[in-house]
């Protein structure tokens, strides 16, 4: 009964959606956002406001980082915000779940009262965002900026001819006593080498992954070939191993002459590498007697409404102003975030940017990452493996860590 309760609720709202009223008193909504993006939110909620004098809202803004938005809506969806941000790679889960709403039951309120439709919004951003907003062949989301690594890179230390390989980047950055840093332990970076090779990861409708590391790629390369150079890499003496999560830290520390990351530290990297650092795609990557371009992951940042929402048209209203391209425009002023609004990208100020230029380099070759929740703590546990040296260069011993590996993440959920 519960649940029938809460489909009917649901419907509810969706149908009540193809206009939204003025009303007397002020229009209540939640917005969930990240920590490094309060102000900017609270300028842009004011800015909302005013493009809308004659109705009177009471907007509260809260934390919630886009990296873990999915798992705190789910805990309880209808206690979760109206408006939240959240990263491309976790709409799946949000769909399943019913956490979030289908944008085409709200087009004619858009139309009626932003004049805008889907259509519009979806001309406006690159078409990357856009397939990473949609799920089934259905929109649910607004994107507003393209997430991703690439590297920074010192040119003191480093000259542009290094950069081009991972052994010309290390042997480069031993001879200037310098280090070059990635993090390994995380799925989210490691994949690159795996991408490199032609390998995947995809997303079945129970929630489990494909993974296909432990053998043989599309492309001809073995997994045990792709370990063994990323062995090689991590055994080198200018190669320093950085913990998820603390990349800031050591690049601030100043022994990095070259760094894997990505426009969230481009301040940092200007302040420590000089206004002359350098950034662009990853290192071609050596497997066997061929050189190929390592494959960063490429994902998008969006906002999406929630369809417990009791002012949902509103809500939707919101979201789609704060994805608009005067608000990419402002969130690149603020943080530097590169925006998906094609106009906003054409800016002057973005193209001189010199960590969008690598992040653009980067997404040129990067895949779009689709796994499921088992993924995350094997790779993670893999890629630290590979860190510390734990896994033997033989073959037969790669072999075994790989087959552990796949069986951990394509494990069934639950």
């Given at each position: 009964m519960k649940k029938l309760l809460s489909l009917v609720l649901a419907l509810t709202m969706v149908l009540s959606l193809g206009a939204i009223a003025f009303a007397d008193g002020p229009i209540a909504l939640t917005v969930w956002g990240a920590e490094e993006d309060q102000t900017y939110l609270a300028e842009r909620i004011e800015a909302f406001k005013a493009a809308y004098p004659d109705q009177e809202f009471d907007i509260t803004l809260g934390v919630e980082s886009e990296s873990t938005a999915k798992d705190t809506i789910l805990t309880d969806v209808e206690a979760a915000a109206d408006v939240y941000a959240f990263a491309s790679d976790q709409l799946p889960d949000l769909v399943n779940a019913g956490a979030i709403l289908d944008l085409s039951t709200v087009e004619e309120a858009l139309k009626s009262v932003a004049g805008k439709s889907l259509d519009d919004i979806k001309a406006a951003n690159v078409e990357g965002s856009i397939t990473a907003a949609t799920y089934n062949d259905t929109f649910y989301a607004f994107p507003f900026a393209s997430d991703g690594f690439f590297m920074f890179y010192d040119p003191d230390y480093i000259s542009e001819e290094d950069a081009q390989t991972w052994e010309g980047l290390l042997d480069a950055a031993?001879?200037?006593?310098?280090?070059?840093?990635?993090?390994?332990?995380?799925?989210?970076?490691?994949?690159?080498?795996?991408?490199?090779?032609?390998?995947?990861?995809?997303?079945?409708?129970?929630?489990?992954?494909?993974?296909?590391?432990?053998?043989?790629?599309?492309?001809?390369?073995?997994?045990v070939q792709v370990v063994q150079a990323m062995q090689a890499i991590a055994g080198h003496d200018a190669f320093m191993a950085i913990a998820d999560g603390d990349i800031s830290n050591q690049i601030a520390g100043g022994d990095l002459a070259a760094v894997i990351s990505g426009t969230w530290d481009t301040a940092l990297v200007s302040d420590t590498f000089g206004e002359d650092y350098m950034a662009c795609a990853l290192p071609l990557l050596t497997l066997g007697e061929d050189q190929v371009p390592t494959r960063g992951t490429v994902s998008f940042k969006m906002i999406g409404v929630n369809p417990y929402a009791e002012n949902a048209g509103w809500a939707v209203m919101l979201a789609e102003f704060l994805t608009n391209e005067e608000s990419q425009v402002a969130r690149f002023e603020a943080r530097e975030i590169p925006p998906t609004n094609i106009a906003a990208s054409e800016s002057e100020a973005v193209q001189a940017n010199k960590g969008v230029v690598g992040l653009t380099e980067a997404a040129a070759v990067g895949v779009v990452q689709s796994v499921g929740g088992k993924y995350w703590d094997p790779t993670a546990s893999f890629g630290e493996q590979i860190a510390q040296g734990t896994i033997g260069t033989d073959e037969a011993s790669i072999q075994t860590a790989l087959d552990q590996l796949v069986e951990g993440v394509t494990a069934a959920v639950g």
């Open positions: 031993a001879a200037a006593g310098k280090k070059v840093g990635m993090t390994l332990a995380s799925g989210w970076y490691n994949t690159a080498f795996f991408n490199a090779a032609g390998f995947s990861t995809s997303l079945n409708a129970d929630g489990t992954t494909n993974m296909d590391w432990n053998g043989t790629s599309p492309d001809g390369y073995t997994g």
